[in-house]
């Protein structure tokens, strides 16, 4: 769960803590994207052929090398290991000698292998280097004997995708959008009758020569990961509640495990495959009810209930039963089968329910209802819906379904939360507020809005406004509340980051980014945005390398 930049822990775990077991997963790996596994393949082959050596190691000197940093081998062979908490990108000056274990007199050869690979030279002992690591992000540095640090490129940064004994060798280059890069071959004594790159004969590198590779796209004209503003304090804003609403709409309360799962998406990997239906399928994930998805299977053997796993229920202020229909949709009857009185709770039969649908987030139509095991709630179709929610939540919801002119209508775009508070009693005191507008958008980029400093549990929130139109934020650290299926969600009471992805729609637009601080919290921090990616926005081509037979 939570596997964003998995990597990095996997790193410190193998190179740097290096338990008698390391590395070692305590998750679950099927969740993964496809795309990641050669990273993992990666990392577990380089800890198996550094081994014997990384039982030697020593901690370096903080204040040179950071918290934590260790250099790990013998005499002419060093993996080090780098960190950076922080925002910014720092370079931590490296030298080659007797402060990182080195200490014969001979030429090394210094590699990054994480989080790109990268060959960045030769060196005499008693030089220094500077080793950049970005922001948030381990490092992994090889320094080795000159020429023994196995095949790789130089010129630009790579990801050793496959090297398999009698298997073609597969590599990533990766290059940002636009840059030019001569590169040439480092065949550490391998014999290859071809090579290609996206399909292209490029033979001239196994005869030592370089070769001219351009990455497609427009060169950045500004770094994809900059601090835009700090956000200044305002009146609390008129559509307060939209942002809210905006923010906890773009989420769930499903257990990490399934969040992750619809990140990597679709599997094309059979044994994946098989281990995720594994985990999918099992009763015990399917009685626990810890998906939203059990609400719209018709399927009356599963059901979406308020999890007890901390011995009891994360509602905030009593919770609140949402549906997002993904979707405008016209509809003349919703249903929600609980399906017994005990389910209904805390609500009772032939009590009064209330709640509220809306097409926007903005305005909301208030409706009182009856509660009952089956509850069949009147909308007129004239009046297309996205969003529905209620002053609080049954325990346990068996199916919600959605009717026109007596058909039923497609659900595959519906989903559904319960444990976040309802806005009218948590409503919006303070806020902050900076704008920006964004004239490039690298891939994978996204805003992340920090609060540093004390906010309380669930205290703030943040969200933007794009064109005057909100738009909530999808993911969080520390996660937003869940219903576990094993550890439960931390609760913490500062520092939370928001983040939310920057869509290519949203370039050249007014973009204001709201923190919103919440009636009961604590306004002890200061909000500030910044535009980063994950991954970095490389663009990449395959080099695949033939071998002699």
């Given at each position: 769960?939570?596997?964003?930049?998995?990597?990095?822990?996997?790193?410190?775990?193998?190179?740097?803590?290096?338990?008698?077991?390391?590395?070692?997963?305590?998750?679950?790996?099927?969740?993964?994207?496809?795309?990641?596994?050669?990273?993992?393949?990666?990392?577990?082959?380089?800890?198996?052929?550094?081994?014997?050596?990384?039982?030697?190691?020593?901690?370096?000197?903080?204040?040179?090398?950071?918290?934590?940093?260790?250099?790990?081998?013998?005499?002419?062979?060093?993996?080090?290991?780098?960190?950076?908490?922080?925002?910014?990108?720092?370079?931590?000056?490296?030298?080659?000698?007797?402060?990182?274990?080195?200490?014969?007199?001979?030429?090394?050869?210094?590699?990054?292998?994480?989080?790109?690979?990268?060959?960045?030279?030769?060196?005499?002992?008693?030089?220094s280097l500077d080793i950049p690591v970005d922001p948030f992000r381990s490092a992994l540095?090889?320094?080795?004997?000159?020429?023994?640090g196995g095949i790789g490129i130089k010129g630009c940064d790579y990801e050793l995708i496959?090297?398999?004994?009698?298997?073609?060798?597969?590599?990533?280059?990766?290059?940002?959008?636009?840059?030019?890069?001569?590169?040439?071959?480092?065949?550490?004594?391998?014999?290859?009758?071809?090579?290609?790159?996206?399909?292209?004969?490029?033979?001239?590198?196994?005869?030592?020569?370089?070769?001219?590779?351009?990455?497609?796209?427009?060169?950045?004209?500004?770094?994809?990961?900059?601090?835009?503003?700090?956000?200044?304090?305002?009146?609390?804003?008129?559509?307060?509640?939209?942002?809210?609403?905006?923010?906890?709409?773009?989420?769930?309360?499903?257990?990490?495990?399934?969040?992750?799962?619809?990140?990597?998406?679709?599997?094309?990997?059979?044994?994946?495959?098989?281990?995720?239906?594994?985990?999918?399928?099992?009763?015990?994930?399917?009685?626990?009810?810890?998906?939203?998805?059990?609400?719209?299977?018709?399927?009356?053997?599963?059901?979406?209930?308020?999890?007890?796993?901390?011995?009891?229920?994360?509602?905030?202020?009593?919770?609140?039963?949402?549906?997002?229909?993904?979707?405008?949709?016209?509809?003349?009857?919703?249903?929600?089968?609980?399906?017994?009185?005990?389910?209904?709770?805390?609500?009772?039969?032939?009590?009064?329910?209330?709640?509220?649908?809306?097409?926007?987030?903005?305005?909301?139509?208030?409706?009182?209802?009856?509660?009952?095991?089956?509850?069949?709630?009147?909308?007129?179709?004239?009046?297309?819906?996205?969003?529905?929610?209620?002053?609080?939540?049954?325990?346990?919801?068996?199916?919600?379904?959605?009717?026109?002119?007596?058909?039923?209508?497609?659900?595959?775009?519906?989903?559904?939360?319960?444990?976040?508070?309802?806005?009218?009693?948590?409503?919006?005191?303070?806020?902050?507020?900076?704008?920006?507008?964004?004239?490039?958008?690298?891939?994978?980029?996204?805003?992340?809005?920090?609060?540093?400093?004390?906010?309380?549990?669930?205290?703030?929130?943040?969200?933007?406004?794009?064109?005057?139109?909100?738009?909530?934020?999808?993911?969080?650290?520390?996660?937003?509340?869940?219903?576990?299926?094993?550890?439960?969600?931390?609760?913490?009471?500062?520092?939370?980051?928001?983040?939310?992805?920057?869509?290519?729609?949203?370039?050249?637009?007014?973009?204001?980014?709201?923190?919103?601080?919440?009636?009961?919290?604590?306004?002890?921090?200061?909000?500030?945005?910044?535009?980063?990616?994950?991954?970095?926005?490389?663009?990449?081509?395959?080099?695949?390398?033939?071998?002699?037979?």
């Amino acid at each position: 769960s939570c596997l964003d930049y998995w990597e990095d822990d996997l790193i410190l775990q193998a190179f740097n803590r290096t338990l008698l077991l390391s590395p070692q997963l305590y998750g679950n790996p099927w969740f993964l994207r496809d795309d990641e596994y050669p990273k993992l393949a990666r990392i577990f082959n380089l800890a198996r052929k550094y081994s014997s050596i990384l039982v030697n190691g020593t901690v370096l000197p903080e204040e040179k090398y950071g918290e934590k940093s260790v250099s790990r081998g013998n005499s002419d062979t060093r993996l080090v290991t780098l960190r950076n908490l922080s925002w910014e990108k720092n370079n931590v000056n490296l030298t080659i000698g007797e402060e990182t274990g080195l200490t014969k007199d001979i030429t090394y050869e210094v590699r990054l292998l994480h989080p790109v690979e990268r060959i960045i030279g030769s060196f005499e002992k008693g030089q220094s280097l500077d080793i950049p690591v970005d922001p948030f992000r381990s490092a992994l540095v090889l320094v080795c004997p000159d020429n023994e640090g196995g095949i790789g490129i130089k010129g630009c940064d790579y990801e050793l995708i496959r090297e398999v004994k009698d298997k073609p060798v597969i590599i990533k280059l990766k290059g940002f959008p636009g840059t030019i890069h001569r590169i040439r071959l480092v065949d550490a004594g391998n014999e290859f009758s071809s090579a290609t790159i996206d399909g292209s004969p490029v033979n001239s590198l196994l005869k030592g020569k370089s070769f001219t590779v351009t990455f497609d796209g427009e060169l950045l004209k500004e770094p994809y990961h900059r601090k835009l503003a700090e956000l200044k304090p305002c009146d609390v804003p008129d559509d307060a509640e939209a942002l809210y609403e905006a923010t906890i709409f773009a989420t769930d309360n499903n257990a990490l495990e399934i969040r992750e799962l619809q990140k990597s998406g679709e599997t094309s990997v059979p044994e994946v495959k098989e281990a995720r239906d594994a985990f999918l399928n099992q009763s015990l994930l399917i009685d626990r009810g810890i998906w939203d998805r059990y609400m719209f299977d018709n399927d009356y053997n599963t059901s979406f209930y308020v999890s007890r796993r901390r011995h009891k229920a994360d509602l905030l202020n009593g919770g609140s039963l949402r549906l997002d229909f993904g979707e405008l949709v016209e509809m003349d009857e919703l249903v929600i089968e609980v399906g017994s009185e005990h389910a209904l709770q805390p609500w009772k039969t032939e009590e009064a329910a209330f709640l509220e649908i809306s097409s926007n987030l903005k305005d909301w139509k208030e409706i009182r209802i009856l509660a009952n095991k089956t509850m069949k709630i009147n909308l007129d179709p004239e009046r297309p819906v996205r969003y529905v929610r209620f002053k609080g939540t049954p325990d346990k919801i068996i199916e919600v379904k959605g009717y026109l002119n007596g058909s039923e209508l497609d659900r595959s775009k519906w989903k559904g939360s319960h444990l976040y508070s309802p806005y009218y009693r948590i409503k919006a005191e303070k806020a902050w507020t900076a704008s920006t507008v964004l004239s490039e958008i690298p891939d994978g980029s996204y805003l992340a809005v920090c609060l540093e400093g004390e906010h309380g549990i669930e205290g703030a929130y943040a969200a933007l406004r794009v064109d005057d139109k909100p738009v909530g934020a999808p993911d969080r650290s520390p996660s937003y509340p869940a219903n576990p299926w094993e550890y439960p969600v931390v609760k913490a009471k500062s520092h939370y980051t928001y983040y939310i992805p920057v869509t290519s729609d949203m370039r050249g637009k007014n973009i204001d980014i709201v923190a919103l601080g919440m009636k009961g919290g604590v306004y002890n921090f200061k909000p500030e945005v910044w535009l980063t990616a994950y991954p970095a926005p490389y663009k990449e081509k395959e080099l695949i390398l033939i071998r002699d037979k």
